[in-house]
């Protein structure tokens, strides 16, 4: 049973719509994450929280952006959907160092 | 900083046969070690983890991995193969520094073809 939840699972839109993607979970983690994941290709993090009014740009440089206001809740935007944003989008949440993440299913994004 | 080889992109084995997918690792600090599945249209989910003390890690679904500091590896091995062991395996790596945020670095991936 998930603790982390994405929704939508898959979204198809239009060039230029503006779009958020959903994550929560139930566990009260403090630290929290967004991968980009292209098909069959590695995880790239994209954006990190250590907790409320926390975030801060991963290692690859996206044109997303991020909030925390709430200790379960960790949206991304995107003001402005492009072709080239098409990707799986993977959050996770963290307990400590040595616990691990865990993973939501993803939102599989298509920008058309 | 930290980062993760996983040294084979696809491993075709056939049902029942054992399985050995390399990852080696660099930092210059001390590290946790972690190994994650991730089925197709899936998130990712934990195998096992390598946090201290034992260097043989037991994890779900049959799976153990083996860590070695001198050699900076952490092989993920399974001694038979179920088809539904079909999957991409991710091999990741965390300092151990608080103050650096604990944030996992991933391997490449190695993708498990299970042949009947």
């Known amino acids: 049973e998930a603790d982390i939840y994405q929704t939508p699972r898959y979204l198809v839109i239009g060039t230029g719509k503006k779009i958020t993607l959903e994550c929560s979970q139930t566990?009260?983690?403090?630290?929290m994450y967004w991968y980009q994941q292209d098909p069959g290709m590695e995880l790239h993090l994209i954006h990190y929280s250590y907790g409320v009014n926390s975030t801060e740009k991963g290692d690859l440089s996206s044109e997303s952006t991020v909030s925390r206001i709430r200790t379960e809740h960790f949206p991304l935007t995107l003001e402005s959907a492009r072709p080239s944003h098409t990707s799986q989008y993977l959050c996770a949440s963290r307990a400590g160092g040595g616990y691990g993440y865990t993973f939501g299913s993803g939102t599989r994004l298509t920008v058309v | 900083a930290q980062s993760v080889t996983q040294l084979d992109s696809q491993v075709p084995v056939f049902e029942e046969a054992p399985v050995e997918l390399r990852c080696n690792y660099s930092?210059?600090?001390?590290?946790?070690l972690f190994w994650y599945v991730q089925y197709p249209n899936q998130g990712l989910q934990l195998l096992l983890k390598?946090?201290?003390?034992?260097?043989l890690v037991k994890g779900i679904n049959g799976f153990e991995a083996e860590f070695n500091k001198s050699q900076t590896s952490f092989h993920l091995r399974k001694p038979s193969v179920h088809i539904s062991d079909t999957a991409e395996y991710f091999c990741a790596v965390s300092d151990r520094d608080k103050a650096a945020g604990n944030k996992l670095t991933f391997g490449g991936g190695t993708r498990v073809l299970v042949k009947p």
């Open positions: 390598y946090t201290s003390a034992a260097t």
């Open positions: 930092s210059s600090v001390s590290v946790y």
């Open positions: 566990m009260g983690h403090d630290k």
